[in-house]
């Protein structure tokens, strides 16, 4: 059997069959082969009428492939001549989609910066309004303090009417001594108002009103007897401790003063000072 399936001509597979086959002897057998050799041939003209029509059909698709070859070659021409026109709608959205970008980047960016600005503005407005606020309770303060010196002014003008009814025509002791008091409280108030107008800051070159206030002494609303107090212990201070009032020109200098009942002595005034190089001190420089 692989001989015959390996036969390479038609004269190869009757040598073989020849070899391997006898001659038939019997009719039966003749006639059996008869009707095989005609159920062979029947088949071989069934195989032939299928092959041409196989045949017809191979031609019918060559045909169609053919055309649609020639189909094929004229769509590609027409893609050819419509990438340019694709092409160039592309080139341009491609360049708007970039311009477009670039657009919501700068607005994005201009966003940002407009919104740090507000937030500075409204940090600026807060910081604007704190000030007010500080300056508007200032000025309160101020006025507070304003009333206060009026009321000293107009009862320091009071007592001086009274003392200028009290004295003599003649100049006596008594009027030079009331001079001298209204001068020295004149000099106490013109202080206080270099007081309220630095609100409450005073240079260091003004060492009574230091000391006085070193002292404990409230400098705004005093009645004249503490103002000519206030005047006598500045002057106390500046003769016993010439050291500490001696103060140079643009610099400040605080004051503390202590004061405390000794054993042999009545009374006693102590007096330390430190020197922070342009620090003013409420009240007492």
Known sequence: HQAILHAESASALVDILRGQYQHPNSSAELAQLRVDLHSAEASNASFQKRLGSAQDQVVQLKMQLETSEQECHLWNREVDKSIGLITSPRKVLTASGAELKQTRLAQSAGVTATRSALRAAERMVKGRDEEIVALSK???????????????????????????????????????????TIDEMRETILRQKRVISRQGFVPMHDPHLAAAAGAGLDVPGMDPASLKLNARLCRLLAERFPEVMRIPDREDQVVGLRICLRQSRSTGAEASASRPAATPTPGSS
């Open 138 to 180: 200032s000025i309160v303060e101020r006025d507070d303090a304003y009333k206060i010196l009026q009321g000293v002014s107009a009862k320091h003008f009071q007592q001086h009417q009274e003392i200028a009814l009290s004295l003599d025509d003649n100049g006596s002791h008594k009027l030079r001594h009331a001079k001298k």
